[in-house]
């Protein structure tokens, strides 16, 4: 009987942000360049502290949705990939996504994005991708679940490929693998320390400018993952 029902996942004040700015930008309220109101004015709107307000900017603004400039505000930036997940959404609620279709596109996708990152990348690019990966480790060190973390790395690394249609698909398949991994346990806390050193060596391919050496080490580093799909 327990097998019918399913948790209740409770939203976060920064997920309800989040996802009424989205729902916005879906439905043409907002459009890119136009500028959101003042975090003041977003945390009296939303009955929340301004830190609330500046942690859903800043997660939207590391996806890429919105973008803030100095001196001018934050601006809506990413209206073409929101609609576009969307449209994908759509199109996996007629078949839906098994766990190991997912962990195949996501190899394909980041292998390519470690080559061509280690070949565009750029100074700005590198710092990006070690404050990311400070991030992560500062998590783990914490003893806390770092998957996002772990995931956002990634999402930088196909930013830096410089290919913007590999960055869009990789936000799009981003939460489902989040839910699959988070479902099925895939993070276990003894592979934490092995991913760490295996996103360093990622990195450092990349900072090498070594496109050969970066897909390899892409590569070894999903490999666990897929042999998990694999067995499933």
Same mark, same amino acid.
């Given at each position: ?8 996942? !409770? ?41 609330? !307000? ?123 693998? !989040? ?54």
């Amino acid at each position: 009987m327990l097998d019918r029902f399913s948790e209740i996942k !409770v939203e976060s004040p920064v997920d309800k942000i989040i996802r009424q700015i989205r729902t916005l930008i879906t439905n043409g309220e907002l459009s890119p360049g136009d500028k959101l109101p003042p975090e003041r004015k977003l945390s009296e709107k939303f009955g929340v502290g301004r830190s609330v !307000v500046r942690d859903a900017i800043r997660k939207l603004e590391f996806y890429g949705i919105v973008k803030t400039l100095p001196q001018s505000g934050t601006v809506i930036e990413g209206m073409g990939i929101v609609a576009l997940e969307g449209l994908i959404t759509d199109v996996l609620n007629i078949e839906k996504t098994d766990f190991k279709s997912l962990v195949e596109t996501r190899l394909l996708l980041e292998i390519e994005s470690a080559g061509k990152a280690a070949e565009r990348r750029t100074v700005d690019d590198i710092a990006i991708l070690e404050n990311a990966l400070n991030a992560y480790e500062k998590k783990i060190a914490r003893g806390l679940s770092a998957v996002e973390e772990d995931l956002l790395f990634h999402i930088k690394i196909a930013e830096a490929s410089g290919n913007s249609v590999l960055k869009s698909l990789m936000l799009i398949i981003t939460p489902d693998i !989040v839910k699959s991994f988070t479902e099925l346990n895939v993070c276990k806390e003894d592979r934490v320390q092995a991913t760490l050193e295996e996103h360093k060596g990622i990195l450092q391919q990349i900072v090498a400018q070594n496109p050969l050496g970066a897909r390899e080490a892409m590569r070894n580093h999903l490999k666990d993952i897929m042999d998990f799909s694999k067995e499933r």
